[in-house]
Each structure stands twice: as C-alpha cells, then as structure tokens.
C-alpha cells in the first residue's frame, strides 16, 4: 500500500497525532511532509509506505498560508501559546503595505528561538524553556507572495503568503513589525496548499473510517509533477544504467505491471533514483 492522504489537520491537533491515526487506520508505516504547529489547521500530506521516500522531492514544493498577526503586542514564542505583553504602536495599512515588498523574493530569516531548529544536539525550544540562551543562524528562504487581506480586529490584520519550504511565518510577523518600528505575533495560521495538495481536496480526520480511508488515498504518481516514461529494458529493474534518448531531468517510471519509481536522465543514460513499488 503506498500514496497520499491530503488530511486538513484540526487546530491544537500535532502532526505526530494525524500521522498516527492514519497510521492506525491502514496499520501501514507512514510520515507528514513537513510539520504543521499544533497551533495551526490546514492541509497536512502523509505519506503512506513507500510514499514517503519521497520526502526530499517535496522540501521545496510552494505553501500557501492565511495568517493572521497582531501589531503592538509580542510573545516570547512569536505565537499566541506565549504570554502577550505591549510591545509598541499598531501601524496603519499603508505602513504595512509599504514594507511588504522588501520581503519578497529570497531573503535570510532568523528562525525563532522557539523552534525545532537543532543547536548543539538539542531543539532550540527546548533550550528556550530551560532559559538558556539561544543563537540561530540566518536561513535562505523564500517568498513568493505576500497579500494584505484585512483588518480582524483593532490590532490584527490577515495575510495571504505564499512561499518556499522552510519558512517560518511567525519570523515574517516579527520582522514585518521591525520593518514599522514596532512588535507582532502570529495569533492564527492556515496552511491553504502544500505543493500539488490544496484545501479544496483535503479531508478531516473524523471523516476517515477503516471502510472509507483507502477511498482519500492519492496514488503516488499522480502528484509527481514530472514526465513520464515507459521501460521495457529489464536491466535498469536491476540497477544497471541504460541508453535513452531523453533530455536529462527526473521522469516517473512505469514497466509492465504501472507505476515503478523515479528515475534520472543524464547524458543519454537513464538510472534508477527512487524504487516506490
């Protein structure tokens, strides 16, 4: 049994909880791509059996988030599980629409000291909590869009933010609000899209039952975004490389029996990159 379950992950719900109910429900080894803050809902993909060996094909895939920050307040975890305390003015719209921009593009961001982020073999928050200090190194990340919704409330505005992997959005909060000359946290985050899996098609926990699960499941090679070819060579089933004439690039793999794996192209050899049957 191997795909994808496009779970809408519920709000105080961890990614570790989704990951075991569907583990439950199929009695199959199976992974998240990429964790969601308990604190946020949205599109969670799971990978089921040999679907997740492709968690490296999705590091990078586009996100999409509606995020909601509150200006002139902070945390100490730049989220709403910490304890608000004032922390400056709440800008104006046009303020905020005015320094939008500057982050756009690929830009380094400091990670929250309340993250996951490893230091010294240990998680970064679970140094914070103790009350150690904590220094993390800038990341590239990238953001391809960032929308000004609406006013939520006196202090909060909503944002559509479309991005790369990897990209913190209570640190975008943070560093919008320095960009106005005040404070902010992240008091609510959804996650709309997860490369090719979109809240459109996402299906909440409470709905799967042991009769209907395999019904949400996503064959692998339906959302594998690359071209596919046909191998009828027995050799490359055996790890041997062969000729094609392809250009060079990763294609998804079929023989006689369906769908096989991923394989790449290079210089008119084809070879095995990732065995999924």
């Not at 492709?54 to 975890?77: C, H, M, Q, S």
């Not at 909060?173 to 090719?196: C, F, H, K, N, W």
Request: glycine content about 10%.
């Amino acid at each position: 049994m191997t795909g994808f379950l496009n779970i809408w992950k519920e709000e105080r719900d961890t990614s570790a909880y989704a990951v075991s109910r569907v583990r439950k429900l199929l009695k199959t080894p199976c992974g998240h791509l990429g964790t969601l803050d308990p604190l946020a809902s949205g599109v969670l993909p799971v990978a089921v059996g040999n679907a997740s060996r492709l968690f490296d094909f999705f590091l990078d895939k586009e996100k999409v988030y509606l995020a909601r920050f509150r200006f002139g307040v902070t945390t100490d975890t730049l989220d709403a599980e910490g304890a608000v305390r004032p922390a400056g003015r709440v800008p104006a719209r046009g303020e905020l629409e005015a320094v939008l921009p500057q982050f756009l593009g690929e830009i380094d961001q400091l990670p929250p000291k309340y993250s996951a982020k490893n230091v010294g073999g240990r998680r970064s928050y679970e140094l914070a909590r103790a009350g150690k200090e904590v220094e993390l190194a800038p990341k590239r990340v990238r953001i391809d869009g960032i929308e000004l919704l609406e006013a939520t409330g006196p202090d909060e505005f909503s944002f559509r933010i479309t991005c790369g992997g990897g990209t913190y959005i209570r640190a975008l909060a943070r560093d919008i609000a320095a960009a106005v000359g005040t404070e902010a946290y992240m008091s609510g985050l959804v996650r709309e899209q997860s490369g090719p899996f979109t809240k459109e098609t996402a299906v909440r926990l409470r709905e799967l039952t042991p009769e209907n699960v395999l019904d949400y499941l996503i064959p692998t090679d339906s959302v594998l975004l690359y071209p596919s070819l046909n191998v009828t060579d027995a050799r490359y089933f055996q790890g041997v490389y062969i000729p094609v004439e392809h250009d060079d690039g990763l294609y998804k793999i079929y023989a006689q029996e369906g769908f096989y794996g991923l394989g790449r192209v290079e210089g008119g050899l084809l070879r095995p990159e990732k065995k999924l049957c």
